[in-house]
C-alpha cells in the first residue's frame, strides 16, 4: 500500500511539474523568429548583454527564456541540431537543480548546453561530469561550437592531461583540442572532466604548499551525466589518495599459502548474500597450527588475523574476470555494474595485496591513506548540483534522502515502439545458454542486429566462444577491450551485427540502425542474465527503439543465476513445480517475473542500506577534513597567523595547566615548570603553593613570556618569520592528519565488534572519533609551539662545514667502524630543530630552494 502511495504521489508531482514547465516552453518558442532574424554577430554579443542584465540584479530565472531561444538557435546555426520542445524541457530542470530523466537517444549530451552556458555566465564555472575520458573529450568537441560562438571558454579535464577547447575552422564551426595546464582549464567557463578527476584533483589541492598551484575554483554548478551510476553506483568506492609504507609483502604469501589449503564449508563459510567469509573451528586451528600461534584471536595476532581475513575473502569471493582482471602483471579492479577497468584504484586495508598473492604477481607496498572523500560528499560540495540518466525514476528516493535531488521523468520525443518479451526461464544455465543461442542464429539468419549484455567478463567470453562454434561472426565489447567501446557500440545497430557486451555498453554512446534495419524490427536486446539492479536491465533496453525507432528485448534466465540462486530461487522453483515444467522447457509466467523482480528489490535495498551506511560514517570524517582543509587554506593564506600562534600558545598552556594543576592531586609545580621549559625553552620561578585561584595570574605571567620567547624568534627570523610559520605549520598539520586517517580506519574495524557488546558502532565511531580528532590537534599544537621557540637559524657557511665534517666521519665509520664516542651520540634524543639544507625548500613558503632564497642572503 506504501508503495502504491509513493508511486502515486511521485507521479501526480511529476505530472506538475512538467505542467509548470510548457508555459515556459511555448515563450522559449515564441522568442524563435525574432532570434532567427538576428545576424551571426549580433548573436554571439548576446552573451555580454546577458551579463550586464545579471550585474545589473537580474537572476538567471528572468533571463532564461531568452537564453534558451539563445542557445538553441546558436545550435542549429552551428550544429545543425534543433532542441526539441522536451530538451527544453529537460535544460529548465537541470537548471534548477534536479534530475533529468530522458530516455537513451534522447539527446542529453545536447539538453546539458542549456544550462551549461545559462550557468556559465555568472563567471564561476560550470562543470560537466561524465563517467569516462573519451565522452569528456568526444562532448566538449561536439558541443564546442555553441559555447565558442557565444564567446565562453571550454576546458577538459584528462587524467593524464588538459586541453581548450578551440576553433579549427571558425567559418565551418569545426573544433580541436589544444593541450594547456590543468589550472586554466578549470578557469573556463565551461569545463568537462570525469567524476574521479574533478574528485581526486580536490583531494589533490588540499595537498599543495601554494595556493597558486590550486586548479579547482569553488565548486559552483556541476551536471552530472549518467548520475545514477556515478552517485549511486560508484558511491560505495570512496577516492582514496594513498602513499607506501614500510611493511614486509612477504606475510601476504605466506598467509596466502596456508589459506590455499583450506576447504570450503569444512575450514570456512561463505555468505553469498552479505559477501561475507568465516572460519569455522576446523580453519581456526588449521592456521593456528600452520603459524604455530596458541590463540589466532589474541590481541597481539591482530594483524595476522587481518591478513587471513583478506586472503579468505581473495579467494572465496572475489573472482577473476568478474571482480578484477590480471594484465601486464597487475590486478586491476573491475567495476560492477559498468564493467571497465578501473586503473590506479586499489582495493583498501590489505585486500588488493591479498588478490596480487593470490595471483602469484608482484605485491605493491601496502598503502597508507593520505586523503580521501566519496562521491557523496564531493559532489554535494557544489552550490548547484543537476544530474541526467536515461535510469533514475527506481532510485528517486535515494537521491532525494542523500543528495535533496528530485527527479523528473521527461516524456519521449517520439513514442515508444519497442516490445519488451516477458522473461523466459530455464531450469539450468546450460539450457538457457542453449536458448541464447538459438535466438542470436535465427536473428542473424535475416540479417537483424543483436546486442547481448552479460553481468561479466567471464560470461560474455564464455558466450563468445559458443557462437564461433556456430560460426557467427561477432565482437565482443567488456573491460578487456574498452577502448574500442564506442567504435564497437556505434555498429552494433548494423546489418547481420552481433555484439556482445558487459554492462558498459549502456554508457553514452548512441547505436543508430543501419539502412534497412528498421524493415527487419530494429535492434533486438538480448539479456542473459537479470542484473542485481533494475537499472542495469532498463539501460540494458534502452539501447534499443530510441527516437520512436522499433525493437525488441528479452531477458533469458536460469534457476542457477546468481540472482536467484542467491535471493529467490526456494520460491521460484516451488512455482516452477506446481507448473509442473519440465526438463529443458522454457517458462513464461507473471508469478515467475514478480518473484524476479521482488528478488531484486531485496537487493537493491540491501545496497542502498550499504551506501547509506558509508556515508553516515564518512559524515564524521567529512567534517573533519572540512575544518582541517579549512585551517590549512587559511595558513596558507597567510591571514591571522599571530592570532593563530596565539591560539596555539593558549592551547598549550591550558592543556598544561590541567594536567598538572586542575588535578584531583596536588598541584604539580615543578612538573609544570619543568614542561614549560622543555616545550617553549624558557624558565619561570612559579610559586610552589599556586592554588586553582591564583592560576590566572600566574597563566598571565607564562603567556608573556612565551610571547616574548616568540618576539625573539621573530627578530632572530626576520622579515622571513611569517613564510616560516606558514611553512612549519602546514608540514606539521599534514603530517597529523595523515596519521590521523590511519588511526581513523584502524578504529572503523575495531568499532564493529562493539555490537557484539550491546553498543551502537556508529555512536561508538563518532564519540572516539571526536576525541582522536581533538588529540591531533592537541599534538599539532605541542609540536608547533616546541619547533617555532626552539628554532635556530644557521648560516649557509656553518651549515655547508658540519655536511664536510659528517662526510668525513661517514668515510671513517665505513672503514674503521663507529668510535666509542660516536656510539655514544647515536643514543636517542629529541630533534629539537629542524635542518635546513641548501637543496631544500625554502622555509618561507616561496616554493624555490633554499639556496636560491632567504639562503642567498647567508
Same mark, same amino acid.
Given at each position: 500500500?506504501?508503495?502504491?502511495?509513493?508511486?502515486?504521489?511521485?507521479?501526480?508531482?511529476?505530472?506538475?511539474?512538467?505542467?509548470?514547465?510548457?508555459?515556459?516552453?511555448?515563450?522559449?518558442?515564441?522568442?524563435?523568429?525574432?532570434?532567427?532574424?538576428?545576424?551571426?554577430?549580433?548573436?554571439?554579443?548576446?552573451t555580454a548583454e546577458f551579463k550586464a542584465k545579471l550585474e545589473e540584479g537580474k537572476t538567471l530565472d528572468d533571463i532564461l527564456v531568452d537564453v534558451f531561444a539563445v542557445?538553441?538557435?546558436?545550435?542549429?546555426?552551428?550544429?545543425?541540431?534543433?532542441?526539441?520542445?522536451?530538451?527544453?524541457? !529537460?535544460?529548465?530542470? /537541470?537548471?534548477?537543480?534536479?534530475?533529468?530523466?530522458?530516455?537513451?537517444?534522447?539527446?542529453?549530451?545536447?539538453?546539458?548546453?542549456?544550462?551549461?552556458?545559462?550557468?556559465?555566465?555568472?563567471?564561476?564555472?560550470?562543470?560537466? &561530469?561524465?563517467?569516462?575520458?573519451? /565522452?569528456?573529450?568526444?562532448?566538449?568537441?561536439?558541443?564546442?561550437?555553441?559555447?565558442?560562438?557565444?564567446?565562453?571558454?571550454?576546458?577538459?579535464?584528462?587524467?593524464?592531461?588538459?586541453?581548450?577547447?578551440?576553433?579549427?575552422?571558425?567559418?565551418?564551426?569545426?573544433?580541436?583540442?589544444?593541450?594547456?595546464?590543468?589550472?586554466?582549464?578549470?578557469?573556463?567557463?565551461?569545463?568537462?572532466?570525469?567524476?574521479?578527476?574533478?574528485?581526486?584533483?580536490?583531494?589533490?589541492?588540499?595537498?599543495?604548499?601554494?595556493?597558486?598551484?590550486?586548479? *579547482?575554483?569553488?565548486?559552483?554548478?556541476?551536471?552530472?551525466?549518467?548520475?545514477?551510476?556515478?552517485?549511486?553506483?560508484?558511491?560505495?568506492?570512496?577516492?582514496?589518495?594513498?602513499?607506501?609504507?614500510?611493511?614486509?609483502?612477504?606475510?601476504?604469501?605466506?598467509?596466502?599459502?596456508?589459506?590455499?589449503?583450506?576447504?570450503?564449508?569444512?575450514?570456512?563459510?561463505?555468505?553469498?548474500?552479505?559477501?561475507?567469509?568465516?572460519?569455522?573451528?576446523?580453519?581456526?586451528?588449521?592456521?593456528?597450527?600452520?603459524?604455530?600461534?596458541?590463540?589466532?584471536?589474541?590481541?597481539?595476532?591482530?594483524?595476522?588475523?587481518?591478513? &587471513?581475513?583478506?586472503?579468505?575473502?581473495?579467494?572465496?569471493?572475489?573472482?577473476?574476470?568478474?571482480?578484477?582482471?590480471?594484465?601486464?602483471?597487475?590486478?586491476?579492479?573491475?567495476?560492477?555494474?559498468?564493467?571497465?577497468?578501473?586503473?590506479?584504484?586499489?582495493?583498501?586495508?590489505?585486500?588488493? *595485496?591479498?588478490?596480487?598473492?593470490?595471483?602469484?604477481?608482484?605485491?605493491?607496498?601496502?598503502?597508507?591513506?593520505l586523503a580521501s572523500i566519496t562521491f557523496q560528499n564531493y559532489f554535494r560540495m557544489y552550490e548547484k548540483l543537476a544530474g541526467m540518466t536515461g535510469t533514475a525514476a527506481?532510485?528517486? *528516493?535515494?537521491?532525494?534522502?542523500?543528495?535533496?535531488?528530485?527527479?523528473?521523468?521527461?516524456?519521449?520525443?517520439?513514442?515508444?515502439?519497442?516490445?519488451?518479451?516477458?522473461?523466459?526461464?530455464?531450469?539450468?544455465?546450460?539450457?538457457?545458454?542453449?536458448?541464447?543461442?538459438?535466438?542470436?542464429?535465427?536473428?542473424?539468419?535475416?540479417?537483424?542486429?543483436?546486442?547481448?549484455?552479460?553481468?561479466?567478463?567471464?560470461?560474455?567470453?564464455?558466450?563468445?566462444?559458443?557462437? #564461433?562454434?556456430?560460426?557467427?561472426?561477432?565482437?565482443?565489447?567488456?573491460?578487456?577491450?574498452?577502448?574500442?567501446?564506442?567504435?564497437?557500440?556505434?555498429?552494433?545497430?548494423?546489418?547481420?551485427?552481433?555484439?556482445?557486451?558487459?554492462?558498459?555498453?549502456?554508457?553514452?554512446?548512441?547505436?543508430?540502425?543501419?539502412?534497412?534495419?528498421?524493415?527487419?524490427?530494429?535492434?533486438?536486446?538480448?539479456?542473459?542474465?537479470?542484473?542485481?539492479?533494475?537499472?542495469?536491465?532498463?539501460?540494458?533496453?534502452?539501447?534499443?527503439?530510441?527516437?520512436?525507432?522499433?525493437?525488441?528485448?528479452?531477458?533469458?534466465?536460469?534457476?542457477?543465476?546468481?540472482?536467484?540462486?542467491? @535471493?529467490?530461487?526456494?520460491?521460484?522453483?516451488?512455482?516452477?513445480?506446481?507448473?509442473?515444467?519440465?526438463?529443458?522447457?522454457?517458462?513464461?509466467?507473471?508469478?515467475? $517475473?514478480?518473484?524476479?523482480?521482488?528478488?531484486?528489490?531485496?537487493?537493491?535495498?540491501?545496497?542502498?542500506?550499504?551506501?547509506?551506511?558509508?556515508?553516515?560514517?564518512?559524515?564524521?570524517?567529512?567534517?573533519?577534513?572540512?575544518?582541517?582543509?579549512?585551517?590549512?587554506?587559511?595558513?596558507?593564506?597567510?591571514?591571522?597567523?599571530?592570532?593563530?600562534?596565539?591560539?596555539?600558545t593558549e592551547n598549550v598552556v591550558d592543556d598544561l595547566i590541567k594536567n598538572f594543576i586542575d588535578t584531583p592531586d596536588h598541584p604539580d609545580v615543578k612538573g609544570l $615548570?619543568?614542561?614549560?621549559?622543555?616545550?617553549?625553552?624558557?624558565?619561570?620561578?612559579?610559586?610552589?603553593?599556586?592554588?586553582?585561584?591564583?592560576?590566572?595570574?600566574? #597563566?598571565?605571567?607564562?603567556?608573556?613570556?612565551?610571547?616574548?620567547?616568540?618576539?625573539?624568534?621573530?627578530?632572530?627570523?626576520?622579515?622571513?618569520?611569517?613564510?616560516? &610559520?606558514?611553512?612549519?605549520?602546514?608540514?606539521?598539520?599534514?603530517?597529523?592528519?595523515?596519521?590521523?586517517?590511519?588511526?581513523?580506519?584502524?578504529?572503523?574495524?575495531?568499532?564493529?565488534?562493539? !555490537?557484539?557488546?550491546?553498543?551502537?558502532?556508529?555512536?561508538?565511531? #563518532?564519540?572516539?572519533?571526536?576525541?582522536? @580528532?581533538?588529540?591531533?590537534?592537541?599534538?599539532?599544537?605541542?609540536?608547533?609551539?616546541?619547533?617555532?621557540?626552539?628554532?635556530?637559524?644557521?648560516?649557509?657557511?656553518?651549515?655547508? /662545514?658540519?655536511?664536510? *665534517?659528517?662526510?668525513?666521519?661517514?668515510?671513517?665509520?665505513?672503514? @674503521?667502524?663507529?668510535?666509542?664516542?660516536?656510539?655514544? #651520540?647515536?643514543?636517542?634524543?629529541?630533534?629539537?630543530?629542524?635542518?635546513?639544507?641548501?637543496?631544500?625548500?625554502?622555509?618561507?613558503?616561496?616554493?624555490?630552494?633554499?639556496?636560491?632564497?632567504?639562503?642567498?642572503?647567508?
Open positions: 500500500m506504501i508503495k502504491l502511495l509513493t508511486k502515486k504521489i511521485f507521479g501526480s508531482y511529476n505530472d506538475r511539474y512538467l505542467k509548470k514547465i510548457k508555459p515556459i516552453v511555448s515563450e522559449i518558442n515564441a522568442k524563435e523568429d525574432e532570434v532567427k532574424s538576428l545576424t551571426n554577430e549580433q548573436l554571439s554579443q548576446k542557445v538553441r538557435e546558436v545550435s542549429k546555426r552551428t550544429l545543425n541540431m534543433r532542441h526539441f520542445d522536451v530538451q527544453l524541457m !529537460g535544460g529548465y530542470v /537541470l537548471h534548477k537543480g534536479k534530475i533529468a530523466e530522458m530516455k537513451t537517444g534522447e539527446g542529453k549530451t545536447l539538453v546539458a548546453t542549456l544550462a551549461l552556458y545559462l550557468n556559465a555566465l555568472p563567471g564561476k564555472g560550470a562543470h560537466l &561530469v561524465t563517467v569516462n575520458d573519451y /565522452l569528456a573529450r568526444r562532448d566538449a568537441l561536439w558541443m564546442g561550437p555553441i559555447y565558442l560562438f557565444l564567446g565562453l571558454s571550454v576546458g577538459v579535464i584528462q587524467h593524464e592531461t588538459s586541453y581548450l577547447v578551440e576553433w579549427d575552422n571558425k567559418e565551418k564551426f569545426t573544433t580541436k583540442l589544444v593541450e594547456c595546464d590543468r589550472k586554466t582549464a578549470y578557469l573556463a567557463d565551461i569545463t568537462y572532466g570525469t567524476n574521479n578527476e574533478f574528485g581526486f584533483d580536490y583531494l589533490r589541492d588540499n595537498m599543495k604548499y601554494d595556493l597558486e598551484e590550486y586548479v *579547482q575554483r569553488d565548486l559552483h554548478y556541476a551536471i552530472v551525466d549518467e548520475v545514477d551510476s556515478i552517485l549511486i553506483d560508484e558511491a560505495r568506492t570512496p577516492l582514496i589518495i594513498s602513499g607506501p609504507t614500510d611493511e614486509s609483502t612477504d606475510k601476504y604469501y605466506e598467509i596466502d599459502r596456508i589459506v590455499r589449503q583450506l576447504k570450503k564449508d569444512e575450514d570456512y563459510t561463505v555468505d553469498e548474500k552479505s559477501r561475507t567469509v568465516k572460519l569455522t573451528e576446523s580453519g581456526i586451528n588449521k592456521i593456528e597450527s600452520a603459524l604455530k600461534i596458541d590463540n589466532l584471536f589474541d590481541i597481539k595476532n591482530m594483524d595476522t588475523l587481518h591478513f &587471513v581475513n583478506n586472503a579468505l575473502k581473495a579467494h572465496a569471493l572475489f573472482k577473476r574476470d568478474v571482480d578484477y582482471v590480471v594484465q601486464d602483471g597487475k590486478v586491476i579492479i573491475v567495476d560492477e555494474f559498468t564493467g571497465r577497468l578501473m586503473p590506479g584504484r586499489r582495493f583498501s586495508e590489505g585486500l588488493h *595485496q591479498a588478490l596480487e598473492a593470490k595471483e602469484g604477481v608482484e605485491i605493491e607496498s601496502e598503502n597508507q591513506t527506481t532510485e528517486a *528516493q535515494e537521491f532525494r534522502e542523500i543528495y535533496g535531488l528530485d527527479v523528473i521523468v521527461i516524456p519521449t520525443h517520439k513514442p515508444m515502439i519497442r516490445k519488451d518479451y516477458p522473461d523466459v526461464i530455464y531450469r539450468t544455465v546450460k539450457e538457457k545458454y542453449d536458448a541464447i543461442v538459438k535466438e542470436i542464429v535465427e536473428m542473424h539468419s535475416i540479417g537483424r542486429p543483436v546486442l547481448v549484455g552479460t553481468t561479466s567478463i567471464e560470461k560474455s567470453e564464455y558466450l563468445s566462444k559458443l557462437l #564461433k562454434k556456430k560460426g557467427i561472426p561477432h565482437e565482443v565489447l567488456n573491460a578487456k577491450y574498452h577502448e574500442r567501446e564506442a567504435h564497437i557500440v556505434a555498429r552494433a545497430g548494423q546489418k547481420y551485427a552481433v555484439t556482445i557486451a558487459t554492462n558498459m555498453a549502456g554508457r553514452g554512446t548512441d547505436i543508430k540502425l543501419g539502412p534497412g534495419v528498421a524493415e527487419l524490427g530494429g535492434l533486438h536486446i538480448l539479456g542473459t542474465e537479470r542484473h542485481e539492479s533494475r537499472r542495469i536491465d532498463n539501460q540494458l533496453r534502452g539501447r534499443s527503439g530510441r527516437q520512436g525507432d522499433p525493437g525488441s528485448s528479452r531477458f533469458f534466465l536460469s534457476l542457477e543465476d546468481d540472482l536467484l540462486r542467491i @535471493f529467490g530461487s526456494d520460491k521460484i522453483s516451488a512455482i516452477m513445480n506446481r507448473l509442473g515444467m519440465k526438463e529443458g522447457e522454457p517458462i513464461e509466467h507473471p508469478l515467475i $517475473s514478480k518473484a524476479i523482480e521482488n528478488a531484486q528489490k531485496k537487493v537493491e535495498a540491501m545496497h542502498f542500506e550499504i551506501r547509506k551506511h558509508l556515508l553516515e560514517y564518512d559524515n564524521v570524517m567529512n567534517q573533519q577534513r572540512q575544518v582541517v582543509y579549512a585551517l590549512r587554506r587559511t595558513i596558507l593564506e597567510g591571514k591571522d597567523l599571530d592570532e593563530i600562534i596565539a591560539e596555539h $615548570s619543568a614542561a614549560l621549559e622543555k616545550i617553549f625553552d624558557i624558565k619561570l620561578d612559579l610559586d610552589e603553593t599556586v592554588t586553582k585561584k591564583s592560576i590566572d595570574e600566574e #597563566k598571565k605571567e607564562i603567556l608573556a613570556k612565551i610571547n616574548e620567547k616568540i618576539a625573539e624568534k621573530k627578530k632572530e627570523i626576520g622579515e622571513h618569520f611569517y613564510g616560516f &610559520v606558514r611553512f612549519l605549520l602546514i608540514n606539521i598539520l599534514d603530517n597529523r592528519w595523515k596519521e590521523h586517517l590511519l588511526n581513523m580506519d584502524y578504529l572503523r574495524d575495531s568499532v564493529g565488534l562493539r !555490537g557484539y557488546g550491546q553498543k551502537d558502532p556508529l555512536i561508538e565511531y #563518532k564519540k572516539e572519533s571526536y576525541n582522536l @580528532f581533538m588529540d591531533m590537534m592537541n599534538r599539532i599544537s605541542y609540536e608547533f609551539m616546541e619547533f617555532l621557540t626552539h628554532i635556530k637559524v644557521e648560516v649557509e657557511e656553518d651549515i655547508n /662545514l658540519k655536511r664536510e *665534517q659528517q662526510d668525513i666521519r661517514e668515510e671513517r665509520r665505513d672503514i @674503521f667502524g663507529d668510535s666509542t664516542e660516536e656510539k655514544e #651520540k647515536k643514543k636517542p634524543i629529541k630533534r629539537t630543530q629542524p635542518k635546513i639544507g641548501r637543496n631544500d625548500p625554502c622555509p618561507c613558503g616561496s616554493g624555490k630552494k633554499y639556496k636560491k632564497c632567504c639562503g642567498a642572503n647567508h
